[in-house]
């Protein structure tokens, strides 16, 4: 993982996940980042910045009236000359700062005067992250372009368990390995499909699946954040387009086959969508009218979009998902080879329908390997970064 040559603002604030900042702040020189540390007060009682000094080899921002700068302007240059700021951890009031755009300490000046990227990691106990303030202010920032990062479900300090870890060292690196540009994907044509399709029995009524669309969302935003050119096929659906993807947007079956052919030779073609099996032969001109008699409808196989793509001889990288009520491992890996995929994502539909969470196992040729639960971004990047190796090989 390499950041050579990229100017990183490393923030932290006050919360008991601080100590692993320091960790993280060895991971990115290591890599080669040119680090600046700016704590806010209350990081400093959790560590002090002799540590972050040592780590980075620079002094640590604290202060917006220690202005070192001969203009008195430090504020603005140290994010100025930066490529990235990454907030880690971001404690629940930071977020609800940043959120209102206030400019109270230096960090938060640092992050409103900035032109690069900005990407938080949140970190707090469990129901400080699922109090609806907290998750407006997120829902806010990341309407704002800002990219957040977990939190992690798991065992909390507090000791109480549940989602408000601080993402690891290693996966914060990673992420922004992405982010910097040097994207796992850069260069390369993803094409996403998500959402349910809608085969239609008449004007008003029709068959369908039940998909959120948000795992298929959250890939194409995680190809995108890697560096790739992303088109999103969608179903209906109630989600906003990730910023900085093409979405075309479809209803039947038909019509997603139709569109996924339309844009051409890919790199890589995720089908994330829960396409309907069968629609409905010779759909109703007028709504039919309801009788005491029962009604037979005819149902037509409709193409299968995924197997069609991988059996092209120029075919991308595929990868299929498969949602299934039990006997998961078995059905996705007899899936995989019907289909002829390198890649598999197995999950419980029980388990995962309009969630925003879920469990994951990837298939490939080298076996199986589960993604624990976590929130669908989340396992959206993981996913991406699992793939990228076997496109290589
Ligand atoms: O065969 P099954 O529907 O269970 O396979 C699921 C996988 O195949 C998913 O990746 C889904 O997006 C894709 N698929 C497709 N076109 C279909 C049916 C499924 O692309 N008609």
Redesign the pocket.
Known sequence: MSLAGKKIILGVTGGIAAYKAAELCRLLVKAGAGVRVAMTEAACQFVTPLTFQALSGQPVLRSVWANDAADGMAHIHASREADLILVAPASADFLARLAQGRADDLLATLCLARTCPLAVAPAMNREMWAAAPTQRNVQQLAADGVRIYGPASGKQACGETGPGRMLEPAELLAALADATGAGVLAGLRVLV?AGPTFEPIDPVRGLTNRSSGKMGYAIAQAATEAGATVCLVSGPTCLATPAGVRRVDVVT?ADMHAAVLAEGRQDVFI?????A?YRVEGVAPHKIKKSAADLQLNLVA?????ADIAARPDAPFCV???AETEHLAEQAEA?RRR?KLPLLVGNLAQDTLGSDAAELILFDDHGQHPLPRADKLTLARQLIRHLVPLMNR
Do not use: M
């Open positions: 499909t079956a089908a994330v969508a829960a396409v099996d409709n193409p299968d979009i995924l299929g998902f498969a899936k289909k």
